[in-house]
């Protein structure tokens, strides 16, 4: 067992998070996630209607008891609006959910502070995903209660001031009181005491879940991640002001050689569209779209349920601390 302010927060057993993920962090996942004792992850990207995304919480309130967080990205998109962040803010506090993950704009500036009272009031924990410290300081000024430190190694859109996490965790530690989750590069026990070593309560992991029994993807991508290294992946997206780090593949690269001549976002967007994603998602295809990944996938040696995953960390985690306490003495 590892004790943390995470842990505590939430009455969890790992402090451990599942980070947004674009059409993968649905409820089967989520569910499977906060059962075995982490914080699962319900994205609300993949909901366009109350309806869809209220019932998503609902069903995932039928498969679980525990608590689990929803993702909401505010990130300029062709399909989710500011009407569809603020509907999502406002079916949380309704639905009572036990946090959200906000990522990109944070819910002052993307929402106005109404959106902070509205959560505040229905006792739904803010947690903001920063790859700054500055970023994080402006979170805890607006009543935020933690911060996700997301550094460049992460999969999905990392900040472009490129820092990585082993600066990023204790920057942002010793600068706000309140708690810091290690995100990116982090995928077994080492990276969750390296994380707790550096002054954060817990990890978030993404990439490390795609490669779960439970995960709803095509089998040929789970085994492709096994496979790939930590130099697989690449940033895409500069040109365009939104850094992407996605797995490498001929999409990246044609991606790439665009971005390279110069070409506009009209041409990029056929490559890069979510619909595009889905499919590749569903298809196990991993040349077909841009799969967003992080470095972490070099530590993915095997497919394993989520259960096995959560229990082996904490394990491997506690033992690691209980061990390295010993060979200091102050
Ligand atoms: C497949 C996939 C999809 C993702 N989609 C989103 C998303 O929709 N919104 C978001 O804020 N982050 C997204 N991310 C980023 C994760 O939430 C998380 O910050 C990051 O992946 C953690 O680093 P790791 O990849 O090393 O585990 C995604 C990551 C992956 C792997």
Redesign the pocket.
Known sequence: MIKTAITEMFGVKHPILC??????SIPPLTAAISNAGGLG?L?A?NYETEAEFRNAIKETKKLTDKPFMV?I?ILPSLRITAEHHAMYVKVCAEEKVAGV?I??APLDKGLGMDAIETLKKANVKMFQ?VGAVRHAVHAEKVGYDGI?A?GI?????PLKDDVTTMILTPRIAETVKIPVVT?????DGRGLAAALTLGAQGV?????F?ATKECPCHDNIKEELVRRQEMDTTIFGRSIGLQGRALMSDVIRDVIAIEERGGKLEELIPLISGMRIKQAWETGNVNYAP??????IGLIKKVMTVKELLDSMTKEAAEILAQKSKMASA
């Open positions: 980070g947004a993920m674009m059409w993968l992850n994205t990207g993702g990205t993950e990522s990109g995903k996700y997301a190694e992460e999969g999905g859109h995100v990116g590069g982090v995928a978030m992991m993404a990439s490390r795609v799969l967003m990944v992080g470095q972490s």
